[in-house]
């Protein structure tokens, strides 16, 4: 039968993963701790199971009597205190080789004198003063070799003092080689004090951490878990602090209601963290909790034991009624989290069951160690795995959000950058559009004008052929400028200017017209373009034209300068030699090619003054405004 429930729990183990093995690991530590102490006890030394015992109750008369060890004062006079006197033969003798000898009690009373053939050996608090509790320790007394008798038993003493309801009394007295006894008295410490530190700090610290994720997200069950923790860690705090600063019984009434609160929490944090939360067993863990808190405070108040054995015992129905929610859960649903809680909740049972039964009524033989904190720590390793499982279970989720977020990313990127080369390619093919239609436009404004202009002339019989000359001069003149407009000027007035020269030359130079050059270092104008560059060719052609036509002039000046200021703009400007106006004096008649100089000087933005100049003939000042652009 064992063999088979074995196999069946690996079999469960294998199935359920990391949370099975994990119930599996600490069931397994448990079951060593508790079979470790009696092995090691039986082990090591002598033991002393009975004394002679001399009572003095309060309320009632003294007696004497031989007593089996442990013994337990609440059970024999419970709900007052008093004093014993015990009295315990040890074997005669130092021990084999003279080695020193110690004794180990594993509980006292509150406190309690120790003395060893009349000669007090140890102190534990002051007799009567409840400010000090001894029970809740286990004492390692050193034994001077000289106060050892060699061929009579020894008399060991144990004076003590007990308050109502605090769990003083004696427990079994072990006796032997120091070393053996040292060994002894640190496996009870670690079983009944360093247990008890260890549990209220992790109570403390899973308390505080489950507090601070109800305070963000406002989760019921870690609200249930922190108050549970939280209240669990003042009963492991008693069991290993000796000087409490409370006067008892207050201090027995806040442990005991800690405890109620504990105990009905944890049960109810397990119906949470399964999601079934039946009505009727909420109300009776409710009730049982309220009753429970009445109940022990009653019990402190009234020096009455029972009620807080009544309250123990509704305590202990509730979380036997708990449990099978939670194995129909685990059965039904065959969820992971069911199955641990099952064991440890049926762990949990189990120990308190021992501890209400064993250690407080004293059935079945009676117990000195309580299992019920050992065992309830499972919920905070659950409640650990809950979390980093949560937390698995976020990140899991995040990083699915992550990637179909970067998959919705990338796909609208391939959609933008797809129509970004769209846009790109209607913004070239507009561009090339546009510069079509102003090269057809330049064409037929230009060119093409002249052209007609020249055919109207062949047509005629008596045309002359100087104006006919003439006609084809500009015809070329405007489809040199167009094409030199096509040109790659990157902002560079200067070579736009030397352009113009370069085509003027000839025709000056036929004239007899000396050209002065004086065309300083201009920056790259922001606004010039192609149509910027074709309307000042056209403005200085008109100006030369004008001077080769009717200025009967020697030298032309043309001048190019960048002024700074507020208003920073180039300065362009052609002077003559010729019989021009006087200097301020405006044209006469204003022919329809000054007419055009102005229009086009008004589509750029720039300002243009035709008048006499300085030195006679005639000036031509444009001045165009403009941001400098980037060299």
Known sequence: MASLIVARFAHLCRRRGRWATAALAFVAFMACMVLAMPAQALAQGSVSNSAIASFQPEGLPASERRIELPFRWDHEFPGRGGTARYRIELPPGAGANGEPQALVLSGTGNQARVSLNGVVIAQLGTLGDPGHDAAKASHLLRIPAVLLRASQPNELLVEA?????????LGVVRYGPETAMEAVQVAQRRWRHTSSVVYAVSLLLMGGLA???????????????????LSGVIRNLDRAWVDVPVPWPLWGALVAIGYACHIALIARFVLLVLGRNPPWLVRTIQATLGTAVVLAAASFALSRPVLWTIGLTLLELAAAVCLPVVVREAFGSRRRIAWVLMGAGSLAVMAGAHDLLAVRAGLFGGAEFTLTSHAIFFFVLILAGLVVERYSGLVADYRVLNAELSQRVA???????AAFETLRTQQEEQVV????????REIHDGVGSQLVGLLNLVTQRDARTDVLTEHVQQALDEMRMAVDSLQP?????PTMLATLRYRLQPRLDAAGIALDWDVVELPPIAAFNA????????ILLEAFTNVLKHARATRIALLASWQDGPSPKVRIELRDNGSGMRSGEAPAAAGRGIANMHARADAIGAALQIGGGREGGTAVVLEWPGAQGKA
Do not use: P, T
Not at 212 to 229: E, H, I, K, P, T
Not at 411 to 417: A, N, T
Not at 531 to 538: C, G, I, K, N, T
């Open 161 to 169: 003092s007990m308050q109502r309801q605090r769990g003083g009394g």
């Open 211 to 229: 507090a601070g994720l109800w305070w963000r997200q406002r989760d019921v069950l870690y609200g249930c878990f922190s108050l549970a923790a």
């Open 411 to 417: 796909e609208r990127e391939q959609q933008l950058r």
């Open 433 to 440: 559009l546009l510069e079509r239609q102003r090269i057809m």
């Open 489 to 493: 000027m990157h902002d560079d007035l």
């Open 531 to 538: 149509q910027a560059s074709l309307q000042l060719q056209r």
